[in-house]
């Protein structure tokens, strides 16, 4: 490969030299640069004497001309250890047979449900590409999602995957009963429906339908339209009789278990005691108690109102929390979240757009503008952003998907979300794979043809941090994801103890793939939500130079890197930018 970067030979360093590419000449204010034949290294001034003798870097030359650098534990033996490094297995055969642009950079969450949760199903979906398994607390019994759990953590741990967890609350809106068993209940045109808020008996009389919220009958009024689902199905209030609320369907269609109910008067949603709900129910705070004694990796709040829900469940984590950490994801499905967007998303670890219910809470003509500014601001905040619910509908029941749902999805490809999410696609439908299938290539080939185009307008990225170390880690990886597409490098390396640095590079969307070094197993599992990092288990020391030597070994041993390839490292240990060719 023939770089433009090899005019001073040998080694120099000049911190007033000016150089052709822009992020270069911007850093250069701010840090002594380094070079010599083919490689750059620019170091923060906080860490090195600007009059001081160049410091040793790791400068590799591709072709052996230059002074030979690399340190002697190049010596380091990768045959012995190649375990030492953990990535996924498909990840690795995907590298090795298609090479790094090949890799896909939006990420897959799969609902784990009785479609789904068995040893070999959940192995099939790791195959077909999901990051994330989500179980619904609103379905299944706690023993149920234990046994979920363990089987995903068996797959992570025999086959290699590093595949996260996110529990889902349930929430305390509105929602049926789970229908005495019975997988649907059909409601047709014109019939009598009883919603109650009694308990009722079982077997469940006909055209009963028990309700979550106590004050159900007190705030609807005769007249109101009753959405189930966000409108699959509708009914109309006749008649109120003490706790019974009799209603007449309007369009008939499958009621589900546990479905959400809204009621809706003169066109605009109706919002009287159960706005007071807790966010957070009884409920939800045992099943959160459970999340937590679990370890699992996300938790997704469900009709999240406010920051201050969020940032309660955040301090009830970190006190309960030792070594790990658990991300809180805000679901915006509700028009609190979204009149409260900002802050919500800002005290959050992610969002999700959580479009089944946002639909029935906002007209549905307004959902993709909601998605789209949704996605946006979680990119400004540096915020994983899934996009959910009724992506590939259909396929609950066919195994293609229509023209309109692969729409749908490039669209969320296209906005660069971090991720996209199957629901009864992959929780009770007929073609759990195929669906995951779909989402695969779909995201594959929006982003190359859109890489290729060169169609992304560059995003204004804001600062996050305030600190002035946090804005030289934004700084750097702003200007390195910049240089990476400038000079098309195969791929950026990023070497980071808590995830923020790699999280800084994801957010450039920049057109390589990002290898993230991370330490821990539960910082791997959790860099799987976000877009285009590939995360590495690896164990490393805050010597830059040795780190690289012994990753260059060791994928290179594993045939997933090979000499020649242009990489650009930075590290959240030492605040660098490193340009080098793999040895
Ligand atoms: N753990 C589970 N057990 C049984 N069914 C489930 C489970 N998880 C999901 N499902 C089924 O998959 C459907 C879609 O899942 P999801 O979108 O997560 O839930 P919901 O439809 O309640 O919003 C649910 O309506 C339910 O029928
Ligand atoms: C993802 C969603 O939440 P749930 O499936 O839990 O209703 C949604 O409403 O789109
Ligand atoms: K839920
Ligand atoms: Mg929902």
Same mark, same amino acid.
């Given at each position: 490969?023939?770089?433009?970067?090899?005019?001073?030979?040998?080694?120099?360093?000049?911190?007033?030299?000016?150089?052709? %590419?822009?992020?270069?000449?911007?850093?250069?204010?701010?840090?002594?640069?380094?070079?010599?034949? %083919?490689?750059?290294?620019?170091?923060?001034?906080?860490?090195?004497?600007?009059?001081?003798?160049?410091?040793? /870097?790791?400068?590799?030359?591709?072709?052996?001309?230059?002074?030979? #650098?690399?340190?002697?534990?190049?010596?380091?033996?990768?045959?012995?250890? @190649?375990?030492?490094?953990?990535?996924?297995?498909?990840?690795?055969?995907?590298?090795?047979?298609?090479?790094?642009?090949? *890799?896909?950079?939006?990420?897959?969450?799969?609902?784990?449900?009785?479609? *789904?949760?068995?040893?070999?199903?959940?192995?099939? $979906?790791?195959?077909?590409?999901?990051?994330?398994?989500?179980?619904?607390?609103?379905?299944?019994?706690?023993?149920?999602?234990?046994?979920?759990?363990?089987?995903?953590?068996?797959?992570?741990?025999?086959?290699?995957?590093?595949?996260?967890?996110?529990?889902?609350?349930?929430?305390?809106?509105?929602?049926?009963?789970?229908?005495?068993?019975?997988?649907?209940?059909?409601?047709?045109?014109?019939?009598?429906?009883?919603?109650?808020?009694?308990?009722?008996?079982?077997?469940?009389?006909?055209? !009963?339908?028990?309700?979550?919220?106590?004050?159900?009958?007190?705030?609807? /009024?005769?007249?109101?339209?009753?959405? @189930?689902?966000?409108?699959?199905?509708?009914?109309?209030?006749?008649?109120?009789?003490?706790?019974?609320?009799?209603?007449?369907?309007?369009?008939?269609? $499958?009621?589900?278990?546990?479905?959400?109910?809204?009621?809706?008067?003169?066109?605009? #949603?109706?919002?009287?005691?159960?706005?007071?709900?807790?966010?957070?129910?009884?409920?939800?705070?045992?099943?959160?108690?459970?999340?937590?004694?679990?370890?699992? +990796?996300?938790?997704?709040?469900?009709?999240? %109102?406010?920051?201050?829900?969020?940032?309660?469940?955040?301090?009830?984590?970190?006190?309960?929390?030792?070594?790990?950490?658990?991300?809180?994801?805000?679901?915006?499905?509700?028009?609190?979240?979204?009149?409260?967007?900002?802050?919500?998303?800002?005290?959050s670890d992610g969002a999700m757009v959580a479009r089944g219910d946002l639909g029935a809470q906002i007209p549905l003509e307004q959902v993709p503008s909601a998605q789209q500014r949704i996605v946006q601001l979680c990119r400004q905040l540096n915020k994983p952003v899934i996009v959910a619910s009724q992506l590939l509908e259909s396929m609950i029941e066919y195994p293609t998907p229509t023209r309109a749902e692969v729409a749908d999805v490039s669209e969320a490809v296209r906005q660069r979300a971090d991720a996209l999410m199957l629901s009864g696609e992959s929780a009770m439908g007929q073609y759990p794979e195929k669906a995951l299938a779909v989402l695969r290539s779909v995201s594959v080939r929006i982003e190359k043809w859109w890489r290729e185009a060169k169609r992304h307008e560059a995003m204004q990225l804001p600062d996050v941090g305030s600190a002035l170390?946090?804005?030289?880690?934004?700084?750097?990886?702003?200007?390195?994801?910049?240089?990476?597409?400038? $000079?098309?490098? +195969?791929?950026?390396?990023?070497?980071?103890?808590?995830?923020?640095?790699?999280? #800084?590079?994801?957010?450039?969307?920049?057109?390589?793939?990002?290898?993230?070094?991370? !330490?821990?197993?539960? @910082?791997?599992?959790?860099?799987?939500? /976000?877009?285009?990092?590939?995360?590495?288990?690896?164990?490393?020391? +805050?010597?830059?130079?040795?780190?690289?030597?012994?990753?260059?070994?060791?994928?290179?041993?594993?045939?997933?890197? %090979?000499?020649?390839? $242009?990489?650009?490292?930075?590290?959240?240990?030492? &605040?660098?930018? &490193?340009?080098?060719?793999?040895?």
């Amino acid at each position: 490969m023939s770089l433009s970067l090899n005019f001073f030979t040998p080694a120099t360093r000049s911190p007033n030299l000016t150089f052709p %590419k822009s992020p270069l000449t911007a850093l250069n204010c701010l840090f002594p640069i380094t070079f010599s034949p %083919k490689s750059i290294s620019i170091k923060s001034s906080a860490s090195t004497d600007p009059n001081s003798a160049p410091s040793s /870097q790791v400068l590799v030359s591709s072709n052996g001309t230059g002074s030979s #650098l690399l340190a002697p534990e190049y010596n380091y033996s990768a045959a012995a250890d @190649v375990s030492s490094i953990e990535v996924d297995a498909v990840t690795e055969a995907e590298l090795k047979e298609n090479g790094f642009r090949s *890799t896909r950079r939006t990420k897959l969450v799969c609902t784990i449900g009785p479609a *789904t949760c068995g040893f070999e199903q959940l192995e099939a $979906l790791a195959v077909g590409g999901m990051n994330v398994a989500r179980i619904n607390m609103c379905h299944g019994t706690r023993e149920w999602h234990k046994s979920v759990i363990e089987r995903v953590r068996r797959l992570n741990e025999e086959k290699g995957f590093a595949v996260a967890i996110m529990m889902d609350t349930e929430g305390s809106e509105i929602h049926m009963g789970d229908l005495g068993g019975a997988s649907s209940a059909k409601a047709e045109d014109g019939e009598i429906w009883t919603f109650s808020v009694r308990a009722v008996d079982s077997p469940r009389p006909e055209r !009963t339908i028990n309700l979550s919220y106590d004050g159900f009958a007190e705030d609807v /009024q005769v007249g109101d339209e009753l959405l @189930v689902d966000g409108g699959m199905v509708r009914f109309e209030v006749i008649e109120k009789i003490g706790p019974d609320v009799k209603c007449q369907c309007t369009d008939p269609g $499958l009621l589900l278990p546990r479905a959400n109910l809204t009621f809706w008067r003169e066109g605009s #949603l109706v919002r009287e005691r159960n706005a007071m709900l807790p966010t957070i129910s009884s409920k939800d705070w045992l099943d959160i108690d459970f999340g937590i004694a679990e370890g699992v +990796d996300f938790i997704a709040i469900s009709f999240v %109102k406010s920051a201050e829900v969020i940032n309660h469940l955040k301090s009830y984590i970190a006190a309960r929390t030792r070594d790990t950490d658990i991300a809180v994801i805000a679901k915006i499905e509700s028009i609190d979240s979204l009149t409260n967007l900002e802050e919500i998303i800002q005290a959050s670890d992610g969002a999700m757009v959580a479009r089944g219910d946002l639909g029935a809470q906002i007209p549905l003509e307004q959902v993709p503008s909601a998605q789209q500014r949704i996605v946006q601001l979680c990119r400004q905040l540096n915020k994983p952003v899934i996009v959910a619910s009724q992506l590939l509908e259909s396929m609950i029941e066919y195994p293609t998907p229509t023209r309109a749902e692969v729409a749908d999805v490039s669209e969320a490809v296209r906005q660069r979300a971090d991720a996209l999410m199957l629901s009864g696609e992959s929780a009770m439908g007929q073609y759990p794979e195929k669906a995951l299938a779909v989402l695969r290539s779909v995201s594959v080939r929006i982003e190359k043809w859109w890489r290729e185009a060169k169609r992304h307008e560059a995003m204004q990225l804001p600062d996050v941090g305030s600190a002035l170390s946090d804005c030289i880690s934004e700084e750097i990886c702003n200007s390195a994801a910049k240089m990476a597409n400038n $000079l098309e490098v +195969d791929a950026l390396f990023v070497y980071t103890k808590n995830g923020h640095m790699a999280s #800084l590079l994801s957010r450039c969307r920049p057109d390589c793939p990002i290898f993230a070094f991370t !330490t821990t197993a539960s @910082v791997r599992r959790r860099l799987n939500l /976000q877009w285009g990092l590939i995360p590495f288990r690896l164990s490393f020391s +805050d010597d830059m130079e040795s780190n690289l030597n012994k990753t260059f070994s060791l994928l290179k041993a594993r045939g997933m890197i %090979k000499s020649g390839d $242009l990489v650009i490292a930075v590290s959240d240990m030492l &605040q660098s930018i &490193q340009v080098m060719n793999v040895p």
